[in-house]
């Protein structure tokens, strides 16, 4: 694809809400549309928020309650000031004629609005997350098309949203579509489970290199000369010695929590009850 | 600080989607630095003894520039345009975000029983940003007990009133539990989304460095106990003082009645009975509801301090595994 203009960076609660909202749309509706919200940096947009606008589109003519646009707009900005209409979005997988003039609109509110498209109908099977920004082409002198060329889009994920984000991962694989929050330990076992499963990969690739049914990359080779020296090499006494010493601060840490939540058991049964 | 064994209130499961999380982290992520908390409302509704959260809007901060803010307008105008494009606008409750755990105040008993007393299942739902960014994403939600509620209603928060209605710390809030659903749509999402990302896994969760997070809770935990101490103090003081004001009244009813019968056999009249409630005020009983919050919120710290410290633990036993193996 072509990279004219800013790479657009998307936050997956963008997306959520636009497959929320296409979930919730309105009887005989094909599509829906929505403004979108972020901030503008010198090579990139950053789309970090966005809500739906009504409209009504027939054959001939398109509608776009656009007082309301601006009202969601005010209210969203009372939240966050440092958001601003970077564009708007669609649901669907082709740009059509109308598109043209909820685009020019968009033009009105921000400078080189971003045209983003999901296809929530899945037609070819995938999503289809796009991005585009219009250009005037046509023979200067006669009328004047809108050209939409294509963005290259990428996802950002603050850190805590990545967390989030794994953890509604695995709401695909249960059956009925939910899963519960764990606990402290099972998490722990998790992530361990989750690395030992990666080791798994590098060693089944490694021994097939080693009998020869792979070629040797020595790129990863040295990847694999870091892995190994990033476990540090502390003598047996050493390890001990700072083992227990953590051990015995978290066991004191347990024991003195336990201490304070009988005292203040002992409290209450003393002075109020 | 939560009693999960008896809940016979009308909601036994809290249901979210996937939109409502991903929300209230970016709202903290942007909007909340700090020891500011960050609020918003949710909503959804009610589906047998589920409680279905659908969607969610933040509420901006308080400034002080704000004088002219009316906060119920903002809602209102958001609830209406939330219905214009078929968004659940029923108000179920509202989440905060806290700080190392700490969000039992008297600010959050006020809102949640405002709450609670408009729409019966409403919940309060903690997110602890912090806890979140170590590896796991760290979502509670907590109601009243119905005993608290009566309380509340009655706005009797002296010692007599905690003691008829038996109300320890521990029967403050219940806790919910809470499940997570996404739409099928939204799962194709997620699948797509892995494809399409290259954001690598971070594995916080396994980090071994915890004193920095175990320092901040115990410093909070002192500071709690601290005030527990004070209150105590204060507490100790009242009763010395009523004790005391006791012996006085018991010495001064003898005196007078001493001196009655002195007079008596004088053949004098007796000195008129005074009034003793009227001499010996008696002394302000101490609140007992600031006690009880700071009982809850100390219970809640050594709550997290355990569950950090066995996860801690279980790394650490990890680390000798693997150290055991190449010695």
């Not at chain 1, 966005?50 to 900005?77: I, Q, R, T």
Request: aromatic residues 8%.
């Amino acid at each position: 694809m072509s990279v004219y203009g800013p790479v657009v960076k998307i936050h997956p609660v963008v997306l959520a809400s636009i497959g929320d909202s296409y979930e919730r749309r309105n009887e005989g509706a094909s599509r829906v549309i929505g403004t979108l919200l972020g901030t503008v940096d010198k090579h990139s947009v950053e789309v970090t928020n966005c809500f739906s606008v009504p409209h009504n589109e027939s054959e001939d003519e398109v509608a776009v309650d656009m007082e309301f646009a601006k009202n969601m707009y005010e209210l969203h900005k009372r939240v966050s000031p440092s958001e601003v209409i970077v564009g708007w979005y669609a649901t669907g997988f082709e740009i059509t004629e109308h598109s043209v003039l909820i685009h020019e609109y968009y033009s009105r509110e921000a400078t080189n609005p971003i045209h983003l498209t999901m296809d929530c109908a899945l037609q070819s099977g995938k999503m289809n997350i796009r991005a585009y920004v219009s250009a005037p082409m046509g023979v200067p002198g006669k009328t004047v098309g809108v050209m939409f060329t294509p963005l290259s889009v990428k996802y950002k994920y603050y850190d805590t949203e990545r967390i989030g984000v794994e953890l509604l991962q695995r709401t695909r694989d249960a059956p009925n579509a939910s899963s519960g929050l764990t606990s402290d330990l099972c998490q722990v076992g998790k992530a361990a489970s989750r690395v030992q499963d990666m080791l798994a990969t590098v060693l089944t690739y490694i021994e097939d290199v080693l009998s020869g049914k792979q070629g040797a990359d020595n790129s990863v080779g040295r990847y694999l000369m870091d892995l190994v020296n990033k476990v540090p090499k502390i003598s047996a006494e050493d390890f001990e010695t700072m083992l227990n010493s953590n051990i015995n601060d978290l066991l004191m840490v347990t024991y003195l929590a336990n201490l304070t939540q009988a005292q203040i058991a002992l409290n209450e049964k003393i002075v109020v009850l | 600080m939560a009693s999960r064994a008896t809940l016979d209130s009308p909601v036994k499961q809290i249901q979210i989607e996937g939109l409502v999380v991903l929300k209230m982290i970016k709202h903290y992520q942007e909007e909340g630095q700090g020891t500011e908390v960050v609020q918003g409302v949710l909503l959804g509704l009610v589906v047998e003894d589920r409680l279905e959260i659908t969607n969610c809007f933040p509420f901006p901060q308080h400034t002080e520039d704000d004088a002219d803010f009316d906060e119920v307008q903002y809602q209102m105008e958001m609830m209406r345009s939330l219905r214009h494009v078929n968004i659940d606008h029923l108000h179920v409750g509202w989440y905060q975000s806290t700080y190392y755990g700490s969000f039992v105040s008297r600010a959050l008993l006020d809102s949640q029983f405002s709450y609670q007393h408009a729409i019966e299942e409403s919940v309060v739902l903690i997110y602890d940003p912090i806890k979140t960014a170590q590896g796991s994403l760290s979502l509670k939600a907590y109601r009243l007990t119905p005993k608290l509620m009566e309380i509340c209603k009655e706005k009797d928060f002296s010692a007599e009133g905690l003691k008829k209605a038996m109300i320890g710390f521990e029967h403050m809030f219940e806790e919910v539990p809470i499940v997570i659903k996404n739409s099928h749509l939204i799962n194709v999402l997620m699948w797509e989304l892995e494809e399409k990302s290259t954001v690598a896994d971070k594995h916080e969760l396994l980090n071994l460095s915890s004193s920095n997070h175990l320092e901040k809770s115990l410093q909070l935990l002192m500071d709690r106990v601290d005030d527990m101490s004070q209150d105590i103090v204060k507490y100790n003081t009242y009763s010395r003082n009523l004790s005391k004001q006791q012996q006085q009244k018991h010495q001064y009813t003898q005196r007078r009645q001493q001196e009655n019968a002195q007079r008596q056999t004088r053949g004098e009249p007796p000195l008129p009975e005074e009034d003793i409630s009227k001499m010996f005020k008696p002394p302000q009983p101490p609140p007992r509801m600031d006690t009880l919050l700071i009982a809850g919120q100390i219970n809640n710290y050594c709550q997290n301090v355990k569950e950090f410290t066995s996860q801690n633990l279980g790394k650490l036993f990890l680390a000798e595994a693997l150290q055991g193996h190449n010695s």
